[in-house]
């Protein structure tokens, strides 16, 4: 039997295939952490506590629907042009409200796999891993710490960033407003 020929994708998830609002003060904290703080590297918190993980879990729940994109990306899969696999740095605990996401946007059948950061890693050393294994052709990403992370890695996988209107200036190469641009270029 012929081997499909897939163009395979990675999505993230929030700012990604789920619209968060809230991902817009990501440019101001970063601005903050590096130029008041002096953290030059690249950091991300991780909620340790019971009242860490209540406010982790209500500002992840502003990933309210599904991002301008997700129409195309199933029509993608189902035309098998390519095999999407969302890979999010969502921490363990965050699990059973992903699944519920998935579940309530019938999202969930049109990934090949989902992967979660269940060791509750660093989010871009965790990204960087999980795409390496799977020899992703493309990744799609919201965070620019994090798309500057695996760009200095050198991983042989396209990275696409989806900006948004505080971090647009930056200069990236492959860098869209929202999935839909960021698909199209992958399949023209």
């Known amino acids: 039997m012929k081997k499909k020929n897939f163009i ?25 952490k590096r130029n008041i703080f002096g953290e030059k590297n690249t950091r991300f918190y991780v909620p340790q506590t019971p009242p860490e993980k209540l406010l982790w879990t209500i500002l992840h729940e502003s990933s309210i629907f599904p991002a301008q994109g997700v129409s195309l990306l199933k029509q993608l899969v189902e035309e098998e042009q390519i095999e ?3 890979v999010t740095a969502r921490y363990s605990f965050l699990q059973p409200h992903l699944d519920i996401w998935l579940d309530k946007h019938k999202l969930r059948n049109y990934f090949k796999t989902i992967t979660i950061n269940q060791n509750d890693e660093q989010p ?4 960087s891993h999980v795409i390496q294994k799977k020899s992703l052709d493309y990744f799609i990403e919201d965070n620019l710490d994090i798309v500057k992370h695996l760009d200095n890695q050198k991983i042989p ?6 900006y948004n209107v ?11 407003p929202y999935l ?3 698909l199209k270029h992958i399949t023209s």
């Open 124 to 127: 871009h050393i965790y990204k």
């Open 180 to 182: 839909e641009k960021a």
């Open 8 to 32: 395979t994708v990675g999505i993230d998830f929030d700012g990604v295939l789920a619209y968060n609002p809230f991902r817009v003060i990501r440019a101001p904290i970063t601005a903050v």
């Open 157 to 162: 996988t396209s990275v696409l960033w989806i």
């Open 166 to 176: 505080l971090d647009r200036q930056y200069p990236y190469s492959l860098k869209f």
């Open 84 to 86: 999407a696999h969302l």
